[in-house]
């Protein structure tokens, strides 16, 4: 009995921690429309054009002209297959989150959001790593996308941390899941050279999370240049796991 019981607090410990934000789930591939590039020849500025449109109307109305700056500075190679043609379009659209408002990027009046959407095509964008998973595009289009390597994004994930370089423009963070594990990660993000530089990154334990905390909670500046984030788990010695520590990190 007294076994029993046990089983039952740790499976409902477990389902308690659960990462309550991994809620969109991945689109399921159409593999038909994948065959039908694959056996014939389909203009890729067609195919193109095509997602656009279901884009502009189904997805984000309203923010035409946003979408189609995004289209045609990640989306233009023509060499390159389009990755939406592969979805079926039904489940993309129950699957999209709608924009998060984030605050000002930059030090004026402007307000900025972010929506995510799965990769536009198969091929790297210059200076990007050869990442093929979501990515975060702000309105203001003068910032460049976050590409990532997970298909666990959500707008929610990015929030600003304020201007730590001082150069006028808040550095962001990011809130990284793996989709499953307990185990997350949070990065720092510095617009340089027209890119977003991975310029800090800590790890935590969900198990040990101060409930009801922003994700900006775990990053602090503490002064021009300089900053530290919070980690709670030390993955490298299991005699530290929970332990706060806070990492420094200077630009």
Same mark, same amino acid.
């Given at each position: 009995?007294?076994?029993?019981?046990?089983?039952?607090?740790?499976?409902?410990?477990?389902?308690?921690?659960?990462?309550?934000?991994?809620?969109?789930?991945?689109?399921?591939?159409?593999?038909?429309?994948?065959?039908?590039?694959?056996?014939?020849?389909?203009?890729?500025?067609?195919?193109?054009?095509?997602?656009?449109?279901?884009?502009?109307?189904?997805?984000?109305?309203?923010?035409?002209?946003?979408?189609?700056?995004?289209?045609?500075?990640? &989306?233009?190679?023509?060499?390159?297959?389009?990755?939406?043609?592969?979805?079926?379009?039904?489940?993309?659209?129950?699957?999209? *989150?709608?924009?998060?408002?984030?605050?000002?990027?930059?030090?004026?009046?402007?307000?900025?959001?972010?929506?995510?959407?799965?990769?536009?095509?198969?091929?790297?964008?210059?200076?990007?790593?050869?990442?093929?998973?979501?990515?975060?595009?702000?309105?203001?289009?003068?910032?460049?996308?976050?590409?990532?390597?997970?298909?666990?994004?959500?707008?929610?994930?990015?929030?600003?941390?304020?201007?730590?370089? *001082?150069? &006028?423009?808040?550095?962001? &963070?990011?809130?990284?899941?793996?989709?499953?594990?307990?185990?997350?990660?949070?990065?720092?993000?510095?617009?340089?050279?027209?890119?977003?530089?991975?310029?800090?990154?800590?790890?935590?334990?969900?198990?040990?999370?101060?409930? &009801?905390?922003?994700?900006?909670?775990?990053?602090?500046?503490?002064?021009?240049?300089?900053? *530290?984030?919070?980690?709670?788990?030390?993955?490298?010695?299991?005699?530290?796991?929970?332990?706060?520590?806070?990492?420094?990190?200077?630009?």
């Amino acid at each position: 009995m007294l076994k029993a019981s046990l089983v039952i607090i740790t499976v409902l410990f477990f389902v308690s921690c659960k990462d309550k934000t991994q809620k969109v789930p991945t689109p399921k591939i159409n593999m038909a429309a994948k065959t039908e590039i694959k056996n014939t020849t389909i203009d890729a500025n067609q195919v193109k054009a095509t997602d656009y449109v279901f884009f502009s109307d189904s997805i984000l109305h309203g923010h035409k002209a946003i979408l189609k700056y995004y289209f045609t500075k990640y &989306g233009s190679d023509t060499s390159c297959s389009s990755y939406w043609h592969f979805y079926d379009k039904r489940e993309v659209k129950e699957n999209f *989150e709608k924009l998060t408002f984030i605050g000002s990027t930059k030090n004026n009046s402007t307000k900025d959001s972010v929506f995510v959407l799965e990769p536009l095509n198969y091929c790297k964008q210059v200076g990007e790593k050869d990442f093929d998973g979501q990515a975060y595009y702000f309105t203001d289009t003068t910032l460049p996308r976050l590409q990532t390597d997970s298909y666990c994004c959500h707008p929610s994930s990015i929030f600003l941390v304020g201007d730590i370089d *001082e150069d &006028g423009i808040s550095e962001i &963070g990011q809130y990284y899941s793996s989709c499953a594990s307990h185990y997350k990660s949070l990065y720092v993000y510095s617009l340089k050279n027209k890119m977003w530089k991975q310029v800090g990154h800590c790890v935590y334990d969900l198990f040990y999370m101060d409930i &009801g905390k922003p994700f900006s909670y775990f990053v602090r500046k503490t002064a021009k240049n300089k900053f *530290e984030m919070l980690e709670i788990t030390d993955l490298a010695d299991k005699d530290k796991i929970g332990k706060r520590n806070w990492l420094q990190f200077s630009m």
